[in-house]
């Protein structure tokens, strides 16, 4: 099958491509596992921190991709949830011990065991990958592989984000930086509450515009002041300074949430510059996003379905996957990147 592998700890900015398509072995389902047939696959800012060595992967060569979706192609001993044909996704969350207090508690994703697909196990910037068939997910009916892979990722990260950020009709709420998470975030934010305020500060004149077209209140620079106190911020950037942006906006009582795995070290001086009395004081809150459990992409993807929630998508094929994240490093684009497989 075809395969992109990452061999070794590399940069986008050098030559060659970090990336190597190649001529992989098809995989084999063991007990309890299943075969995809990758029909697309989300490409995420996680890989850059993969392929960088923000958060390198446990062994090398590795398949990245944790957006897939795909059919079920073949079943191992014992799989009998899904028959041949279903389509199914595959997300961030490869696997969780399933027995230790996080898990029994409904958070598998603070399990100690948790793998990740595409970082802990192959994913899927392939034509097939295994998985697990207890952490497959369903794909609703009505939503084309293509807008479903950001879905799976994006979009799950995002809905548990803004759980976590207490929302409700009435209350105003902050996005700092504005990619495939967060456009969907205010989708879903309006899709549950059209009158709801929502503020964008974003780096990109492209990406502010972009917020106001799919109805933020306002949407600013990532250090600009909201014109009014927020009571929530989410936090989608991989730099120190938007943290401090967004503190200053919020409201006494309000909460950040910081959605990203790792944070620049080049932009750490940035928090020397923190301020009690502006930026903390007012019982104000800081949480962070960990990770997704099934759960949340379960609900985000029923969600999607009953709502018509769906990701604005720059197509590419999989054998463009460096171009994709070139791209994506870069920043300024709209919405997600998604690999036809």
Known sequence: MRALILERIATLHGRPDPLRVVSWPDPAPAAGEIVIRVAACGVCHTELDEIEGRLPPARLPVIPGHQAVGRVEALGEGARRFALGDRVGASWIFSACGVCAFCRGGRENLCAGFLATGRDAHGGYAERMTIAEPFAIPIPEGIDDVQAAPLLCAGAIGWRALRLARHAPGRRLGLTGFGASAHLVLRTALALDPAAQVFVFARD????????????????????????????????????????????????????????????????????????PAHLWMEKEITSVANVTRADVTEFLALAARAGLRPDVREYPLEDANRALADLRKGGGAGAIVLRV
């Open 205 to 276: 004149e492209t990406q502010r515009a972009f917020a106001q077209q799919l109805g933020a209140a306002w949407a600013g620079d990532t250090l600009d002041r909201a014109p009014e106190p927020l009571d929530a911020v989410i936090d989608t950037t991989p730099a120190w300074a938007p943290v401090l942006g967004a503190l200053q906006s919020l409201a006494p009582g309000g909460r950040l949430v910081i959605n990203a795995i790792r944070k620049e070290e080049a932009d750490r001086e940035a928090l020397l510059r923190l301020d009690y």
